[in-house]
Nanobody, 127 residues
Framework: QVQLVESGGGLVQAGGSLRLSCAAS??????MGWFRQVPGKEREFVAA????????YYADSAKGRFTISRDNAKNTVYLQMNSLKPEDTAVYYC??????????????????????WGQGTQVTVSS
């Protein structure tokens, strides 16, 4: 059983930065993703990274501002978020995917493609 624990959320002013971390108890061979959700809305894809770290993919809302990375030796995935906007306010979740690579099927965009989820960390961006 894989356990994922997010940390690093908090309250930040618009234009500020946060780095989210996701520590995994078991971390072998799978791509990872970050999603976010606000009350009343569906969970939204933010970013994904392949098992090797050589491939990444971002939602349009995250491109140029967010960076996903991973340290497999530490069983940890990160989401560096810069130039934060009030519309980035959400609960952020990390998840372990069902495959190791980010291929043309774009499986990584869909929440059902992920087998394990963390409990989430709140990010609030004030204007």
């Amino acid at each position: 059983q894989v356990q994922l624990v997010e940390s690093g959320g908090g309250l930040v002013q618009a234009g500020g930065s946060l780095r989210l971390s996701c520590a995994a108890s078991g971390f072998s061979g799978y791509a990872m993703g970050w999603f976010r959700q606000v009350p009343g809305k569906e969970r939204e894809f933010v970013a994904a990274i392949s098992w090797s770290g050589s491939a990444t993919y971002y939602a349009d809302s995250a491109k140029g501002r967010f960076t996903i990375s991973r340290d497999n030796a530490k069983n940890t995935v990160y989401l560096q978020m810069n130039s934060l906007k009030p519309e980035d306010t959400a609960v952020y979740y990390c998840a372990q995917g069902s495959r190791s690579t980010l291929d043309g099927s774009r499986w990584y965009l869909a929440p059902p493609s992920y087998d394990y989820w963390g409990q989430g960390t709140q990010v609030t961006v004030s204007s």
